[in-house]
């Protein structure tokens, strides 16, 4: 993950550059495409590689919607889980983050789920209702299709953590509200703000209830979820996923009225997991109650199995059937999902030169070029991660500016930049012909 991360940035920060004179919309469309085909990555080690069956109690939609994810939170896999469902309905690249404030800092990725769509958030008192509100409204304007992952208790449940349990319910009990065993009481603001400034814009709720088999000891009693090192790990067998669409029309939006809606929400979360984890009867102990559905991936949708690198397909790891694959031979194209990293690079090298080009002696056209030409470059490198034999747009792009970068440099004599951009345009051209020989 770390790994790939900055190639990954580099991508996006190219195309982020390039469609600052594009609309909104066009921006979202080709970031949620990125974003897709990276946490396609993600999944494919958290649920294929470690094996993990994914078993799901009701009906998911099969049409994207514009959603707001509500789950119980018990640890850092939970994340991931979310990512689960989204790609289901082919919604993976819309999913955005109601995150801890404190998460912002975290290395590269902090910074980009911003960007991408997600709000950062204080607790009580320092909560920022105004920021959230322009956060969310201004993707609203800008029509961004919305997957929004929020964990309401605001917290992770941990049996172990006596005095956090303790402590919530006392607050549920001083406040008249039910007290929960296997869920905190939860927070509204944030849920209760995410749904009032979009309802405009949301389809409905996806009300999750999230259960790890494993989490029984011996005597009964409930132990803490599987951290994410524990789930790689394999020390998860089954993930049970209770599943209920709540249509946005149906829930209150008055904040009285809300709490109570979402307290009950999570009051029935608690009967589901009770009966998980406590039920009497064998049968239905560590089970949702209903029919429960194996849920398997579809590799040929998700898995990047393989980077393409100085014209090279090097197979990376795949598993079909279960059945490790290591550094064999792809012949089934449908099976293989690439991403075109060097051409993205290769865009934003292009529209980076005409930025500085414009920054140091003023030249629009300088700009301009590096835009239309990046911009192609971009769109191009997005064809290849498709499909690598789709070359047109990418040699086009790369063989006119190496035709006239180099005509440049002739005539200047002068390396930077136009012998670098010349050179750089020159081996992307071969690259591009030396991929549809291979």
Not at 333 to 360: E, N
């Given at each position: 993950?770390?790994?790939?991360?900055?190639?990954?940035?580099?991508?996006?920060?190219?195309?982020?550059?390039?469609?600052?004179?594009?609309?909104?919309?066009?921006?979202?469309?080709?970031?949620?495409?990125?974003?897709?085909?990276?946490?396609?990555?993600?999944?494919?080690?958290?649920?294929?590689?470690?094996?993990?069956?994914?078993?799901?109690?009701?009906?998911?939609?099969?049409?994207?919607?514009?959603?707001?994810?509500?789950?119980?939170?018990?640890?850092?896999?939970?994340?991931?889980?979310?990512?689960?469902?989204?790609?289901?309905?082919?919604?993976?690249?819309?999913?955005?983050?109601?995150?801890?404030?404190?998460?912002?800092?975290?290395?590269?990725?902090?910074?980009?789920?911003?960007?991408?769509?997600?709000?950062?958030?204080?607790?009580?008192?320092?909560?920022?209702?105004?920021?959230?509100?322009?956060?969310?409204?201004?993707?609203?304007?800008?029509?961004?299709?919305?997957?929004?992952?929020?964990?309401?208790?605001?917290?992770?449940?941990?049996?172990?953590?006596?005095?956090?349990?303790?402590?919530?319910?006392?607050?549920?009990?001083?406040?008249?509200?039910?007290?929960?065993?296997?869920?905190?009481?939860?927070?509204?603001?944030?849920?209760?703000?995410?749904?009032?400034?979009?309802?405009?814009?949301?389809?409905?709720?996806?009300?999750?209830?999230?259960?790890?088999?494993?989490?029984?000891?011996?005597?009964?009693?409930?132990?803490?979820?599987?951290?994410?090192?524990?789930?790689?790990?394999?020390?998860?067998?089954?993930?049970?996923?209770?599943?209920?669409?709540?249509?946005?029309?149906?829930?209150?939006?008055?904040?009285?009225?809300?709490?109570?809606?979402?307290?009950?929400?999570?009051?029935?979360?608690?009967?589901?997991?009770?009966?998980?984890?406590?039920?009497?009867?064998?049968?239905?102990?560590?089970?949702?109650?209903?029919?429960?559905?194996?849920?398997?991936?579809?590799?040929?949708?998700?898995?990047?199995?393989?980077?393409?690198?100085?014209?090279?397909?090097?197979?990376?790891?795949?598993?079909?059937?279960?059945?490790?694959?290591?550094?064999?031979?792809?012949?089934?194209?449908?099976?293989?999902?690439?991403?075109?990293?060097?051409?993205?690079?290769?865009?934003?090298?292009?529209?980076?030169?005409?930025?500085?080009?414009?920054?140091?002696?003023?030249?629009?056209m300088s700009l301009m070029a590096g835009l239309v030409f990046?911009?192609?470059?971009?769109?191009?490198?997005?064809?290849?991660?498709?499909?690598?034999?789709?070359?047109?747009?990418?040699?086009?792009?790369?063989?006119?500016?190496?035709?006239?970068?180099?005509?440049?440099?002739?005539?200047?004599?002068?390396?930077?930049?136009?012998?670098?951009?010349?050179?750089?345009?020159?081996?992307?051209?071969?690259?591009?012909?030396?991929?549809?020989?291979?």
């Amino acid at each position: 993950m770390l790994g790939t991360a900055p190639a990954y940035l580099l991508s996006w920060g190219a195309w982020r550059l390039l469609s600052s004179v594009l609309p909104a919309r066009v921006y979202h469309k080709l970031d949620d495409r990125l974003y897709c085909i990276y946490q396609s990555m993600v999944l494919f080690f958290f649920e294929n590689y470690t094996g993990v069956e994914i078993v799901i109690y009701g009906d998911i939609p099969k049409k994207k919607e514009n959603v707001i994810y509500l789950s119980n939170h018990q640890c850092t896999a939970d994340w991931i889980i979310a990512d689960m469902l989204a790609i289901r309905q082919s919604a993976l690249g819309h999913v955005r983050y109601v995150l801890k404030d404190g998460l912002k800092w975290l290395p590269l990725y902090g910074w980009y789920f911003s960007q991408h769509g997600g709000a950062y958030v204080k607790r009580s008192a320092k909560f920022n209702e105004k920021a959230m509100k322009k956060k969310l409204f201004t993707q609203t304007q800008a029509g961004a299709p919305m997957y929004l992952v929020i964990f309401p208790e605001g917290t992770r449940y941990n049996p172990e953590l006596k005095n956090v349990i303790a402590d919530s319910q006392a607050f549920a009990s001083k406040q008249g509200l039910a007290v929960l065993r296997h869920t905190l009481t939860p927070r509204m603001r944030a849920s209760h703000i995410a749904i009032d400034t979009m309802k405009g814009h949301l389809d409905a709720v996806y009300d999750v209830t999230v259960a790890y088999e494993g989490t029984l000891d011996p005597s009964g009693q409930r132990k803490p979820a599987p951290s994410m090192p524990e789930f790689l790990c394999k020390e998860c067998p089954r993930v049970h996923i209770h599943f209920d669409r709540v249509d946005i029309k149906e829930i209150p939006t008055e904040p009285v009225f809300f709490r109570r809606w979402l307290h009950e929400r999570f009051e029935i979360k608690d009967r589901l997991l009770t009966n998980f984890y406590e039920s009497k009867d064998e049968d239905k102990i560590c089970k949702f109650p209903g029919e429960g559905k194996t849920s398997p991936l579809n590799l040929s949708k998700t898995l990047p199995s393989v980077v393409i690198l100085g014209g090279l397909t090097l197979p990376l790891l795949l598993t079909e059937n279960g059945r490790k694959l290591y550094g064999s031979a792809v012949t089934d194209r449908s099976f293989v999902m690439a991403v075109d990293w060097i051409g993205f690079a290769y865009a934003a090298a292009i529209a980076f030169g005409g930025f500085m080009g414009y920054k140091r002696k003023g030249s629009v056209m300088s700009l301009m070029a590096g835009l239309v030409f990046g911009g192609l470059s971009a769109y191009g490198a997005l064809n290849v991660s498709n499909d690598s034999k789709d070359i047109k747009v990418s040699l086009l792009a790369s063989g006119v500016l190496s035709v006239v970068m180099g005509m440049r440099y002739k005539k200047s004599g002068k390396l930077m930049p136009a012998g670098i951009m010349a050179g750089l345009s020159l081996l992307m051209v071969f690259r591009l012909l030396l991929l549809i020989m291979v």
